[in-house]
T-cell receptor
Framework: DGGITQSPKYLFRKEGQNVTLSCEQN?????MYWYRQDPGQGLRLIYY???????QKGDIAEGYSVSREKKESFPLTVTSAQKNPTAFYLC????????????FGPGTRLTVL | AQKVTQAQTEISVVEKEDVTLDCVYE???????LFWYKQPPSGELVFLIR??????QNEISGRYSWNFQKSTSSFNFTITASQVVDSAVYFC????????????FGTGTRLQVTL
């Protein structure tokens, strides 16, 4: 089945540790996105990538980093510089950069202890 | 700047009632796209509908219908004869051409449907 996978579903880390969230898609989509969702709030864009080896900052990129070495993969690293990393992280992809419908993965819930 | 407002934080209805979720948007673009997504308790956002600014026809899909009115900058979503499986958080979102399809989301409306 085609789709977007994110692993793991739940992730726990100690404060000060970097952590990498996985996002893989087999939809042959060009563009991929990372969003953060906090309780009672909408989604906020962290980073996005329109093509391999290229990505741009979203609205809340500070404390995060990404890479796009393969079309199928767009991992997100939450660094120790992120002041409040505990959140629900959602990855999405779309068939083309603009305009296009984004399809979402199941999300990763990160808790920093 | 783009903005999406979902003023209803939470709505509770009894099964089989009709319910309308409101969405008001702000944009300076003449061409734009509006979306509705559903987020069930599992967390994954499920795409429901996309509308472009030139198409003001209402859309109906089964028990779901959408009313797009440019005059009031609204894109409301109605569920007819609600069911318990409709319980979820619903998000309205806005995108404009040339923005790499970046979505501006509202804060969501939590719908609780009870028996």
């Amino acid at each position: 089945d085609g789709g977007i996978t994110q692993s793991p579903k739940y992730l726990f880390r100690k404060e000060g540790q970097n952590v990498t969230l996985s996002c893989e898609q087999n939809l042959n989509h060009d563009a991929m996105y990372w969003y953060r969702q906090d309780p009672g709030q909408g989604l906020r864009l962290i980073y996005y990538s329109q093509i391999v080896n290229d990505f741009q900052k979203g609205d809340i990129a500070e404390g995060y980093s990404v890479s796009r070495e393969k079309k199928e993969s767009f991992p997100l690293t939450v660094t120790s510089a992120q002041k409040n990393p505990t959140a629900f992280y959602l990855c999405a992809s779309s068939i083309s950069a603009s305009p296009a419908t984004q399809y979402f993965g199941p999300g990763t819930r990160l808790t920093v202890l | 700047a783009q903005k999406v407002t979902q003023a209803q934080t939470e709505i509770s209805v009894v099964e089989k009632e009709d319910v309308t979720l409101d969405c008001v948007y702000e944009t300076r673009d003449t061409t734009y796209y509006l979306f509705w997504y559903k987020q069930p308790p599992s967390g994954e956002l499920v795409f429901l509908i996309r509308r472009n600014s030139f198409d003001e026809q209402n859309e109906i899909s089964g028990r779901y219908s959408w009313n797009f009115q440019k005059s009031t900058s609204s894109f409301n979503f109605t569920i007819t004869a609600s069911q318990v499986v409709d319980s979820a958080v619903y998000f309205c979102a806005l995108s404009a051409p040339g923005t790499a399809s970046k979505l501006t989301f509202g804060t969501g409306t939590r719908l609780q449907v009870t028996l």
